[in-house]
């Protein structure tokens, strides 16, 4: 599985970073905060399949995709992606919990393929038993 390339036409989607896992931001957030910078509205855009947010004129994106599952549907969490100028804010992890809460109501189960929603759940207790077995 690999992380859907960001559209050619969106300047601020070449301001992005890849961490260990391609595509996945992780370099310089937080994953303990879940709450975003004053300001900061997450919009789920279910046609792009990502949950996404404008800061300071910047594109912000949790990428997703579904699948169904002997156990039901999952939720594949394949990228965040935060410009570096908008890193540390605790976008991601704003993004990541908007994502996870609608998940949840959706009754879906969540394969956390990029590394940084990995590292979220796991410092994010409450969110173990989303996690796709």
Same mark, same amino acid.
Request: one cysteine or more; aromatic letters at 4%.
């Given at each position: 599985?690999?992380? &859907?390339?960001?559209?050619?036409?969106?300047? #601020?989607?070449?301001? *992005? @970073?890849? !961490? %260990? /896992?391609?595509?996945?931001?992780?370099?310089?957030?937080?994953?303990?905060?879940?709450?975003?910078?004053?300001?900061?509205?997450?919009?789920?855009?279910?046609?792009?399949?990502?949950?996404?947010? &404008?800061?300071?004129?910047?594109?912000?994106? #949790?990428?997703?995709? *579904? @699948?169904? !599952? %002997? /156990?039901?549907?999952?939720?594949?969490?394949?990228?965040?992606?935060?410009?570096?100028?908008?890193?540390?804010?605790?976008?991601?992890?704003?993004?990541?919990?908007?994502?996870?809460?609608?998940? &949840?109501?959706?009754?879906?189960?969540?394969?956390?393929?990029?590394?940084?929603?990995?590292?979220?759940?796991?410092?994010?207790?409450?969110?173990?038993?989303?996690?796709?077995?």
């Amino acid at each position: 599985m690999h992380a &859907r390339q960001p559209p050619a036409d969106t300047a #601020a989607m070449s301001l *992005l @970073t890849s !961490g %260990p /896992a391609p595509g996945c931001q992780t370099a310089g957030m937080n994953t303990s905060s879940s709450t975003p910078s004053p300001g900061v509205e997450v919009v789920h855009n279910t046609a792009e399949h990502r949950f996404e947010t &404008r800061v300071d004129g910047l594109l912000c994106v #949790a990428d997703y995709h *579904l @699948t169904d !599952g %002997p /156990a039901g549907r999952v939720m594949h969490m394949t990228h965040t992606g935060v410009p570096r100028p908008l890193e540390g804010r605790g976008i991601a992890a704003a993004l990541v919990g908007q994502a996870l809460q609608w998940a &949840r109501e959706q009754g879906h189960k969540v394969n956390p393929a990029c590394s940084y929603v990995r590292t979220y759940m796991q410092r994010h207790r409450e969110t173990q038993d989303l996690l796709a077995r």
